[in-house]
C-alpha cells in the first residue's frame, strides 16, 4: 500500500505457491498483469521480466506502483480451492476484504479496479450497486467513502481476449485517474 494511494487494485486470491515466479500479487509467470503492465507504462510487455532469474523483476514492480499510486489488495482473505486450480470459478471465498476499514485508512483512494468476475461481484455487493461491465466503471460508496468502481478483464491467460486488448481495457481507467 503505497503513501497516497489513489488507486486500488483487487484480485481474488493467488494461485497455490507453487506457481509463483515471486513472492508478490500476481505472482503466476503466465499471468499477465505485469504484462499488462509493462504495455501500458513502458510499451514493453516484457518490461518486469527478467530473463537472467525467469521471473519477474519486483523491485522494478513495487517501484512503478509506488510512482503511480497504486495499491493491491485482495478481496478474499481466506478461500477454499474446490479443485486442483487457481481458477475463480472453483475458489469459494470465505472471509472477504473488510473494505470500508481499508478504505477507511486509506483516505486517499479514489478509484477501485477489480480483476475479474468473483473480485468485481464481491465489491459491488459491499457497495450495494449492480455489477459493471467489462471495461466499465461505476460510482460508490462504503462506509462514507466514494470511489469509482472499474470492473476490468482478468489478467488471467485463461481469460480469451489478446494481451493488447486488455491493457488498452486497464489504460482507459489509468488515462481517467490521470485526468482528475
Not at 486509506?106 to 449492480?130: F, H, M, W, Y
Not at 472499474?150 to 489509468?174: C, D, G, I, N, T
Amino acid at each position: 500500500m503505497p503513501p497516497q494511494a489513489r488507486i486500488l487494485m483487487l484480485g481474488t486470491f493467488p494461485p497455490k505457491r507453487e506457481r509463483w515466479a515471486m513472492e508478490f500479487y500476481y505472482p503466476n509467470r503466465i499471468n499477465d498483469m505485469w504484462r499488462i503492465m509493462g504495455l501500458i507504462f513502458h510499451g514493453d510487455k516484457n518490461h518486469f521480466w527478467d530473463d537472467g532469474r525467469g521471473g519477474f523483476d519486483l523491485p522494478r514492480i513495487q517501484q512503478l506502483l509506488t510512482d503511480k499510486r497504486i495499491a493491491l489488495w485482495d478481496t478474499a482473505m481466506a478461500v477454499r480451492r474446490l479443485r486442483d486450480n487457481a481458477s475463480d470459478k472453483f475458489l469459494e471465498i470465505v472471509e472477504e476484504i473488510d473494505l470500508a476499514t481499508l478504505l477507511r485508512e486509506n483516505p486517499t483512494i479514489t478509484t477501485v479496479i477489480t480483476a475479474g468476475e468473483k473480485a468485481t461481484s464481491v465489491v459491488a455487493r459491499q457497495a450495494g450497486v449492480d455489477t459493471p461491465a467489462v471495461g466499465q466503471g461505476t460510482p460508490c460508496c462504503v462506509g462514507g467513502h466514494q470511489f469509482t468502481l472499474w470492473r476490468m478483464p482478468s489478467s488471467s491467460r485463461a481469460y480469451p481476449l489478446a494481451l493488447e486488448k486488455k491493457a488498452q481495457a486497464y489504460a482507459k481507467v489509468f488515462n481517467c485517474v490521470n485526468e482528475t
